[in-house]
Nanobody, 126 residues
Framework: QVQLVESGGGSVQAGGSLTLSCAAS????????VAWFRQAPGKEHEFVAA????????YYGDSVKGRFTFSRDNVKNTVSLQMNSLKTEDTAVYYC???????????????????WGQGTQVTVSS
């Protein structure tokens, strides 16, 4: 059983940066696919980024590609999401998710992940 705790959310002006972290406990993230999803008020969950189980490939949603960077630290058992050039439309609750059975074709699917954090709020103002 993996417990995930996100941190690093907050308020920032458009064009600014934030770094979100997701710390895992209970088990290692090594060998697990890890992803970030977000949900804005009144909208469905949106895929943000994911790292495959092998740790070798990283995938990004079209709306964040080129602005966000997802990294994994197997020693610290954490993942981080560096968010640059933030836009007001990035405002959402950001969730970390992990799963050991997530195949590459399912990395963008919420249903593929077994473990979820409680979420952290990111607010971008104009």
């Amino acid at each position: 059983q993996v417990q995930l705790v996100e941190s690093g959310g907050g308020s920032v002006q458009a064009g600014g940066s934030l770094t979100l972290s997701c710390a895992a406990s209970g088990d290692t993230l090594r060998g697990a696919a890890v992803a970030w999803f977000r949900q804005a008020p009144g909208k469905e969950h949106e895929f943000v980024a994911a790292i495959a189980r092998s740790g070798g490939a990283t995938y990004y949603g079209d709306s964040v590609k080129g602005r966000f960077t997802f990294s994994r630290d197997n020693v610290k058992n954490t993942v981080s999401l560096q968010m640059n050039s933030l836009k007001t439309e990035d405002t959402a609750v950001y969730y970390c998710a992990a799963g050991r059975r997530v195949i590459t074709s399912a990395l963008t699917s919420r249903a593929a992940y077994d473990y979820w954090g409680q979420g952290t709020q990111v607010t971008v103002s104009s």
